[in-house]
């Protein structure tokens, strides 16, 4: 469906219909923060538009332009390397709209450069947004109000956490949180693989490693307990926990684990 009216109330739109932007998309539809009706996509893909509105009932729009002149926030989530075409598109047409970008090294003062008297917020989301346990960093541009952030930080919780964070740090979420779980999915892996090499089937490994990170995972996030005092409850003296922690703490895991983010981190700025 393709519309090239208006309708009147809040207008959020999409530049790019991938993944990222279909999660947001679907999060923020299901928790009835926004009214499908309300919201409008572009993407150079006519099969990204089509899945678009089948799976959400969005409105899709045959240009940037259309889109730009039909909306009050525009979400840039297309490839970083199309972001020069994408704001000569949207130059001129921005004033007093929110941007919002979750493009990675793409900063918010060369968006600012271009789209003058926009307000720009920046996000570092994560693909668990897709099962709604999305991490998303927000840092806000020169030009955004403090009333800026909280709407995207209401939106995005749509989708999982957040916090805010200056941009000189994005980087660092970059390494932790945006490129994260690829790491922890290799983790995760490789204990069920372990498993594996004892006896026991991959599926069912893969099942308890899994189950097991997102327990921990959850049982960190109430903050009544920092990590030190989650492993000691957790550790027997002389028991088996304690074997298994005495060959991590013996190996070389964190310097491993150090350099994966730092060299993560470093390719990350080197985008910008």
Excluded at 234 to 263: F, M, R, W, Y
Aim: proline share 3%; aromatic share 4%; hydrophobic share 40%.
């Amino acid at each position: 469906m393709s519309v090239n009216i208006c309708n009147t109330g809040k207008k959020i739109g999409f530049v790019g219909a991938g993944k990222m932007a279909s999660a947001i998309m679907g999060g923020i539809i299901k928790s009835s923060f926004i009214n499908p009706d309300n919201i409008f996509v572009y993407d150079v893909s006519d099969n990204a538009l089509k899945s678009a509105n089948i799976n959400f009932g969005v409105n899709t729009l045959n240009s940037i332009d259309e889109l730009a002149n039909c909306v009050d926030v525009i979400v840039i989530a297309t490839k970083p390397f199309v972001i020069a075409d994408v704001l000569e598109e949207l130059e001129g047409k921005t004033q007093n709209k929110l941007v919002v970008s979750i493009l990675a090294g793409v900063t918010t003062s060369r968006i600012e450069s271009v789209l003058k008297n926009t307000h720009v917020v920046r996000v570092m989301p994560n693909t668990p947004a897709f099962v709604n346990e999305g991490m998303c960093a927000i840092c806000k541009g020169s030009i955004a109000k403090s009333d800026d952030v909280v709407f995207v930080d209401s939106m995005l919780k749509n989708i999982g956490k957040t916090v805010q964070v200056d941009e000189k740090d994005i980087d660092i979420v970059t390494a932790v949180s945006g490129s994260g779980p690829a790491f922890y999915y290799y983790i995760i892996d490789l204990i069920a693989r372990a498993g594996e090499k004892l006896g026991l089937d991959y599926n069912t490994c893969l099942t308890l490693s899994a189950q097991t990170a997102l327990g921990s995972a959850k049982m960190m996030l109430k903050g009544d307990m920092a990590p030190s005092e989650l492993i000691t409850a957790v550790t027997t003296p002389g028991g088996c926990t304690a074997v298994g922690n005495d060959v991590l703490n013996s190996s070389d895991l964190e310097q491993i684990l150090d350099k994966t983010i730092k060299d993560t981190m470093e390719k990350a700025k080197s985008l910008g």
